[in-house]
């Protein structure tokens, strides 16, 4: 399969408790996303990179939560000390930097529940 | 800055009917448009784009949607509907350049079909 996979495709966690989701992008695939979605919205942008750099931050991504994509390959979505609002369906996406109307493939999502 | 309207959060209609789904955008660029469709617990797949080319852009599984600059519209639509497309639908925007990868959703239309 040489699409976006993410993993865990389902978490669940105590509030308070710190967790990590990843992200593995279609090979050769420059630039990466991260979406969260929310019951019954759309998704919302959380950051991107190119590459490993992290070129923008939505104003949702609180100082709990960090990402990061440390070889320009897989990245990790970390949030520390989970609370109850967090629990959403967290979106990776990649897309080729080269192309300029190549559309972002998403991956199946992380569903992330905080109890 | 861009944003997206969609009108009718749940949408019903018989097999064989015809499906109209609405989206409205706003931008302050010449828009890159698109329709993801999602079934539960899944990710996005893309259906169709408008990306200045052809105002009537036709997708996959018998979708298409035409994009109407006067009146800021690009509604999906499908002549005769199938059990199978009874998902969730989101249009997304984004800017072209280097933010073209980074969308924003509206709030999603659920599609319903009976039998």
């Known amino acids: ?115 | 800055a861009q944003s997206v309207t969609q009108l009718g959060s749940h949408v019903s209609v018989s097999e064989g009917a015809l499906v109209l789904l609405r989206c409205n955008y706003s931008s302050s660029v010449p828009p890159y448009l698109f329709w993801y469709v999602q079934y539960p617990n899944q990710g996005l797949q893309l259906l169709l784009k408008y990306t200045s080319a052809a105002t009537l852009v036709k997708g996959i599984n018998g979708f298409e949607a035409e994009f109407k600059k006067s009146e800021t519209s690009f509604h999906l639509t499908k002549p005769s509907a199938h059990m199978s497309d009874a998902a969730e639908y989101f249009c997304a925007v984004s800017a072209g350049g280097t933010s073209y990868g980074k969308l924003t959703f509206g709030q999603g239309t659920i599609l319903t079909v009976h039998p």
């Open chain 1, 1 to 115: 399969d040489t699409g976006v996979s993410q993993n865990p495709r389902h978490k669940i966690t105590k509030r308070g408790q710190n967790v990590t989701f990843r992200c593995d992008p279609i090979s050769e695939h420059n630039r990466l996303y991260w979406y969260r979605q929310t019951l019954g919205q759309g998704p919302e942008f959380l950051t991107y990179f190119q590459n490993e750099a992290q070129l923008e931050k939505s104003r949702l991504l609180s100082d709990r939560f960090s990402a990061e994509r440390p070889k320009g390959s897989f990245s990790t979505l970390e949030i520390q000390r989970t609370e109850q609002g967090d629990s959403a369906m967290y979106l990776c996406a990649s897309r080729p930097d080269r192309a300029s109307n190549t559309e972002a493939f998403f991956g199946q999502g992380t569903r992330l529940t905080v109890v």
